[in-house]
């Protein structure tokens, strides 16, 4: 089972982006997800969560203005950023605790996408 982090790339302040995680390679379901990021020189920051029942959090920076969200299908999340800053400019990692059918769990790091906000 592989995750792919896409969506990213270069945007003004004040657009937006839409990230997208996907699990392939099996029969699989995203039970539960998170958002990071990391900018030069800093530590990896967990920016977003979501749980099964569909409970979110996030870092107060982003709070008002980063959506998480799962899709339809079920082997998909999002991250919607909408107002970003330059201050937003990263890589965005997902992670996920992922049911592979039947029943084996696992968690997953996608790739990682490059976010970049210019002034």
């Known amino acids: 089972v592989q995750l792919q982090a896409s969506g990213g790339g270069l945007v003004q302040a004040g657009g937006s982006l839409r990230l997208s995680c996907t699990a392939s390679?099996?029969?699989?379901?995203?039970?539960?997800m998170a958002w990071y990021r990391q900018a030069p020189g800093k530590q990896r920051e967990l920016v977003a969560t979501?749980?099964?029942?569909?409970?979110?959090n996030y870092v107060d920076s982003v709070k008002g203005r980063f959506t998480i969200s799962r899709g339809d299908a079920k082997n998909t999340g999002y991250l919607q950023m909408n107002s970003l800053k330059p201050e937003d400019t990263a890589v965005y990692y997902c992670n996920a605790d992922l049911i592979v059918w039947p029943s084996l769990r696992s968690n997953s790091w996608g790739q990682g996408t490059q976010v970049t906000v210019s002034s």
């Open positions: 979501i749980n099964r029942g569909g409970s979110t």
């Open positions: 390679g099996s029969i699989v379901t995203i039970d539960s």
